[in-house]
T-cell receptor, first 111, second 115 residues
Framework: QKEVEQNSGPLSVPEGAIASLNCTYS??????FFWYRQYSGKSPELIMS????GDKEDGRFTAQLNKASQYVSLLIRDSQPSDSATYLC???????????FGSGTKLNVKP | DTAVSQTPKYLVTQMGNDKSIKCEQN?????MYWYKQDSKKFLKIMFS???????INETVPNRFSPKSPDKAHLNLHINSLELGDSAVYFC??????????????FGPGTRLTVL
């Protein structure tokens, strides 16, 4: 079992719709959770970080964390073509001596 | 100014050669990382240094040797390059503590092609 699992996609949504990206992790003591966006040929850039159960909103982005279910998700409201990219889920351990990325979900937002 | 920089951006070399990639960050972070991203876009951590000390050393061939001369620099030397080493290598940096500051900032990547 991989430490962090994501559906590779592609996930296709029409412009203006809500895109929902999901991630599960295996290490129950994980403490920090991140969503990164990576455009083709570019480096990952941070979208959201979340550390406690519940929702965290930032503009059109909402991260949701459920530690009991070992599940973290990212919602993108009013999706735009410029949101088309690969979204990487990352999970850090308590001492940050372990840090794992998922393989990413490719999102296509169709005009 | 670029926060995390890497050189070179592209590296094409023959099998068996030795090469180095350099990374510098000007964010004042105390932790730096090397990642390898393969053709399937899977991003895997290789090494992490905190205050010039190695704290993460994942299962990586010992042909790969990181060196951190100071907190702002983390270089990666690769001996006897193999075809399977072809990938994009990303350097990143973050604060070590507190946890809320551990956001990692990535460099632009170095695309290594071994022929």
């Amino acid at each position: 079992q991989k430490e962090v699992e994501q559906n590779s996609g592609p996930l296709s949504v029409p412009e203006g719709a809500i895109a929902s990206l999901n991630c599960t992790y295996s290490d129950r003591v994980s403490q920090s959770f991140f969503w990164y966006r990576q455009y083709s040929g570019k480096s990952p850039e941070l979208i959201m970080s979340i550390y406690s159960n519940g929702d965290k909103e930032d503009g059109r982005f909402t991260a949701q964390l459920n530690k009991a279910s070992q599940y973290v998700s990212l919602l993108i409201r009013d999706s735009q073509p410029s949101d088309s990219a690969t979204y990487l889920c990352a999970v850090g351990g308590y001492n940050f001596n372990k840090f794992y990325f998922g393989s990413g979900t490719k999102l296509n937002v169709k005009p | 100014d670029t926060a995390v920089s890497q050189t070179p951006k592209y590296l094409v070399t023959q099998m068996g050669n030795d090469k180095s990639i350099k990374c510098e960050q000007n964010l004042g972070h105390d932790t730096m990382y090397w990642y390898k991203q393969d053709s399937k876009k899977f991003l895997k951590i290789m090494f992490s240094y905190n205050n010039k000390e190695l704290i993460i050393n994942e299962t990586v061939p010992n042909r790969f040797s990181p060196k951190s001369p100071d907190k702002a620099h983390l270089n990666l030397h690769i001996n006897s390059l193999e075809l399977g080493d072809s990938a994009v290598y990303f350097c990143a940096s973050s604060h070590g503590t507190p946890e809320a500051s551990r956001t990692q900032y990535f460099g632009p990547g170095t695309r290594l092609t071994v022929l």
